[in-house]
């Protein structure tokens, strides 16, 4: 089993900026892709970005191109959503996940096997 927390949400005026953080626990050595995903009030779940735990590879969705990085540190065991540029519709709640078997990257969102428990993003206009 791995436990996924998220941290860093708030609220922040449009232009700002917000670093999420995703610290993974337990089984991380099985862990292959980790994502990031939101979903705003009355809307589905979105793909944001993805990285694979090597680093080599990363995915993001072109709504936050240009504004978003996701990196991670292995050491820590912990995945980062770098915003900036931030929008007021980037507000939702931002999900960590992890995929431990991937076949395709990024994986969709059905296919991985661990969810956090999200954290809120405001973003004020």
């Known amino acids: 089993q791995v436990q996924l927390v998220e941290s860093g949400g708030g609220l922040v005026q449009a232009g700002g900026s917000l670093r999420l953080s995703c610290a993974a626990s337990?089984?991380?050595?099985?862990?292959?892709?980790m994502g990031w995903f939101r979903q705003a009030p009355g809307k589905e779940r979105e793909f944001v970005a993805a990285i694979t735990w090597s680093g080599t590879r990363t995915s993001y969705a072109d709504s936050v191109k240009g504004r978003f990085t996701i990196s991670r540190d292995n050491a820590k065991n912990t995945v980062y959503l770098q915003m900036i540029s931030l929008k007021p519709e980037d507000t939702a709640v931002y999900y960590c996940?992890?995929?431990?078997?991937?076949?395709?990257?990024?994986?969709?969102?059905?296919?991985?096997?661990?969810w956090g428990q999200g954290t809120q993003v405001t973003v004020s206009s």
């Open positions: 996940a992890a995929d431990t078997g991937v076949v395709v990257f990024p994986p969709r969102l059905y296919e991985y096997d661990y």
């Open positions: 337990g089984r991380t050595v099985t862990l292959n892709v």
